[in-house]
């Protein structure tokens, strides 16, 4: 393993599996954040801020695309310096720029600082996505599946906090939960700081440049299938309450359990499903089962509108179920190629990329899926399952041509190669 001095003592101090362990407690503790901050961030900026929700709405909008920008040249800088630095200074820049909320008072104060807090947030994510590489030695998808599992639970745990505030309504209580958001992002990057080791570069070949990753075909058809895929993300969170609460005669609450059930099902199977994808074969076959399940479950939805009204409730249920399995497989899949087909001494610039092309899929999802399938109703539902089928079984044929164009990585010094570490069976 690589790792200067301080950090040989840390990860003496943890254990074999202590850097999973350090990156795992960090982002429960940021996530927490974040369900405190999402859960109440709408209304704090139009009802405390007074700003109107179409100016939010924009202000959003220009935030997430411009943050997209700082993908690919954070991926480099962490190849370049190092992951854990990059990684550190994002989180730091989040916490400066989530304390700034609470200063706001106009529409361009508020984009600025959006906009900046969106660029780190995807300079985080490119260099968080290369610290897990390095940190999850032969098994980073696997890595990155527990490490799902624990995210979940903190945007659980945060989403139940928030309702007390939101609950109070003051600005006292809002601006308590913006700050409690900054520092959970300090806490986070302290924790990573002490447990995570400051990991070395790794030698790069004669002809690797800044902008490899988009000259790789492959690797761009698959981020394009998986951004495309990520729509399936706002089906449940978006597209199916919208449905539930026009179209269907269900009980209110209904939204409510199908989210606390996508929730729950992500929880207790990423980590035992991740486990199972990990080569680039195995994920193309995890992408089709995914769109398979996706087939099944937006007819599902779609048919909520048409049964009695104490039938509604328990077959969205279901429908969620058999979805929430698709979205476990869906992003193991998208794991195990994401980290698989990037070379070891890219894996800043390739998640980099990875990143702005799912953020690109999530910022078009409520544009497409409102319009196109809303409009269309049920039929819509029915094209959207066999659209995410299409793209599901596109999976295996694309793994299988991004893997034959993959070269063997360059020869290693012992100190030079990735650490090669078994997943920790507390983790």
Same mark, same amino acid.
């Given at each position: 393993?690589?790792?200067?001095?301080?950090?040989?003592?840390?990860?003496?101090?943890?254990?074999?599996?202590?850097?999973?362990?350090?990156?795992?407690?960090?982002?429960?503790?940021?996530?927490?954040?974040?369900?405190?901050?999402?859960?109440?961030?709408?209304?704090?900026?139009?009802?405390?801020?007074?700003?109107?929700?179409?100016?939010?709405?924009?202000?959003?909008?220009?935030?997430?695309?411009?943050?997209?920008?700082?993908?690919?040249?954070?991926?480099?800088?962490?190849?370049?310096?190092?992951?854990?630095?990059?990684?550190?200074?994002?989180?730091?820049?989040?916490?400066?720029?989530?304390?700034?909320?609470?200063?706001?008072?106009?529409?361009?104060?508020?984009?600025?600082?959006?906009?900046?807090?969106?660029?780190?947030?995807?300079?985080?994510?490119?260099?968080?996505?290369?610290?897990?590489?390095?940190?999850?030695?032969?098994?980073?998808?696997?890595?990155?599946?527990?490490?799902?599992?624990?995210?979940?639970?903190?945007?659980?745990?945060?989403?139940?906090?928030?309702?007390?505030?939101?609950?109070?309504? +003051?600005? %006292?209580?809002?601006? #308590? &939960?913006? @700050? /409690?958001?900054?520092?959970?992002?300090?806490?986070?990057? $302290?924790? =990573? *700081?002490?447990?995570?080791?400051?990991?070395?570069?790794?030698?790069?070949?004669?002809?690797?440049?800044?902008?490899?990753?988009?000259?790789?075909?492959?690797?761009?058809?698959?981020?394009?299938?998986?951004?495309?895929?990520?729509?399936?993300?706002?089906?449940?969170?978006?597209?199916?309450?919208?449905?539930?609460?026009?179209?269907?005669?269900?009980?209110?609450?209904?939204?409510?359990?199908?989210?606390?059930?996508?929730?729950?099902?992500?929880?207790?199977?990423?980590?035992?499903?991740?486990?199972?994808?990990?080569? +680039?074969? %195995?994920?193309?076959? #995890? &992408?089709? @089962? /995914?769109?398979?399940?996706?087939?099944?479950?937006?007819? $599902?939805? =779609? *048919?909520?509108?048409?049964?009695?009204?104490?039938?509604?409730?328990?077959?969205?249920?279901?429908?969620?179920?058999?979805?929430?399995?698709?979205?476990?497989?869906?992003?193991?899949?998208?794991?195990?190629?994401?980290?698989?087909?990037?070379?070891?001494?890219?894996?800043?610039?390739?998640?980099?990329?990875?990143?702005?092309?799912?953020?690109?899929?999530?910022?078009?999802?409520?544009?497409?899926?409102?319009?196109?399938?809303?409009?269309?109703?049920?039929?819509?539902?029915?094209?959207?399952?066999?659209?995410?089928?299409?793209?599901?079984?596109?999976?295996?044929?694309?793994? /299988?041509?991004?893997?034959?164009?993959?070269?063997?990585?360059?020869? =290693?010094?012992?100190?030079?190669?990735?650490?090669?570490?078994?997943?920790?069976?507390?983790?």
């Amino acid at each position: 393993m690589i790792m200067k001095s301080a950090g040989s003592r840390m990860s003496g101090v943890l254990g074999p599996g202590g850097p999973q362990r350090a990156l795992i407690v960090a982002s429960f503790v940021s996530r927490v954040g974040n369900g405190l901050f999402n859960t109440a961030a709408v209304l704090y900026f139009t009802l405390v801020v007074h700003l109107p929700a179409a100016q939010v709405g924009v202000g959003l909008t220009v935030a997430a695309l411009v943050g997209l920008l700082a993908g690919v040249p954070a991926g480099n800088l962490a190849d370049r310096y190092g992951p854990r630095t990059v990684w550190l200074t994002a989180v730091a820049l989040q916490a400066a720029t989530m304390a700034a909320f609470v200063l706001i008072h106009d529409w361009g104060t508020f984009t600025l600082i959006a906009t900046l807090d969106r660029l780190a947030a995807t300079a985080g994510g490119a260099a968080g996505g290369a610290l897990v590489a390095r940190a999850g030695g032969d098994h980073p998808a696997a890595f990155r599946a527990k490490l799902r599992t624990f995210v979940n639970l903190g945007v659980v745990t945060g989403t139940l906090g928030a309702a007390v505030a939101v609950s109070v309504g +003051t600005r %006292q209580a809002y601006t #308590a &939960l913006i @700050l /409690a958001n900054a520092a959970s992002f300090a806490c986070a990057a $302290l924790i =990573a *700081l002490r447990g995570v080791p400051n990991y070395r570069p790794l030698p790069r070949p004669e002809e690797h440049h800044h902008a490899a990753v988009l000259s790789d075909r492959p690797y761009l058809t698959f981020v394009a299938l998986y951004g495309a895929m990520g729509l399936q993300y706002q089906t449940v969170s978006l597209l199916l309450p919208i449905w539930l609460s026009a179209h269907t005669d269900a009980p209110r609450w209904t939204v409510a359990a199908v989210n606390a059930v996508n929730s729950g099902v992500c929880v207790l199977l990423q980590s035992r499903i991740g486990s199972r994808v990990e080569t +680039t074969g %195995q994920g193309g076959r #995890a &992408l089709r @089962l /995914a769109g398979l399940l996706f087939l099944v479950s937006c007819p $599902l939805m =779609a *048919l909520t509108a048409d049964v009695p009204v104490w039938v509604a409730p328990g077959l969205a249920v279901l429908a969620v179920v058999v979805h929430s399995l698709g979205e476990v497989w869906e992003s193991s899949g998208g794991y195990a190629l994401g980290f698989g087909l990037a070379p070891d001494h890219a894996q800043g610039q390739y998640q980099g990329f990875l990143g702005v092309g799912f953020n690109a899929g999530q910022a078009l999802a409520p544009l497409v899926l409102t319009t196109a399938v809303l409009g269309l109703g049920q039929a819509g539902w029915l094209l959207l399952g066999v659209f995410f089928a299409a793209l599901g079984a596109a999976g295996p044929p694309v793994a /299988a041509w991004a893997q034959r164009t993959r070269r063997p990585a360059p020869a =290693a010094t012992a100190q030079d190669r990735p650490a090669r570490t078994p997943l920790p069976d507390g983790a």
